[in-house]
């Protein structure tokens, strides 16, 4: 359904991303797509063709610059080697510029990895329109929530190895101090419960996918970005 498109950073660099487009493009919201650790893969792509189908421009930008991996050691390495300020002001805005030229509002929506990017976006990424994060948080210290002008949504896992609960209800707390209009869901969950590939592969045994509160998620999220993008 998808295509690999080339669109600049705003410093002039160029990066690649995955654009699934819905059957009428024409005056469709948009949607940036933030992958997880493991890179542009078949599943993330599945993601954005899901949202194409449900009436959205998506654009996963290869942050990984071509690499992924289904080994969990790779997949740390990798992500320990990105830059996450670089990722969120210039590959995440290049994506956000790049459909604001297609798109009178765009969002947001990112897993695991990708989650934190999101809130990181959230705050550096002026047109920005709304953001749902999957069971992902960058450390506190790097969230001014003092610049959040856009509704956050976020699906958080209970049984999170990697964001514990207690991240987030530290999160909710500077979002609450800094008036900043967000919308929290929690599962009786595990980590990545939303990624249906992250089943019996052996090698990402702390993931747990749960189809039941992927779909009440996935619902939620469609709803959020029904209001506040259509």
Known sequence: MGTMVSFKRPDGQELKGYL???A??????????????????????????RLANAGYLALVPDLYRGKSTVEKEEAHHLMTGLDFGDAATQDVRGAVQFLKTRASRV????????????LLAAVNVPELDAAVTWYG??????????KIRIPLQGHWATQDEFFPISQVEGLTARL???????????????HAFGNEQAVGTGRIAETHYDPVWAQQAWDRTFT???QRLR
């Open 20 to 22: 699934a487009e819905p």
């Open 176 to 190: 609450k101090e800094a008036g900043v209009a967000f919308d929290f869901h929690q599962y009786l969950a595990h």
């Open 224 to 226: 959020f970005f029904g």
């Open 137 to 146: 948080c960058p450390p506190l210290e790097y969230i001014d929530a003092t």
């Open 24 to 49: 009428q493009p024409n005056g469709a919201p948009a949607v940036v797509v933030i992958q997880e650790w493991w890179g542009l893969n078949d599943q993330i792509r599945g993601v954005a063709d």
């Open 107 to 118: 969002g947001c929506v990112g897993f695991c990895m990708g989650g934190a990017l999101t």
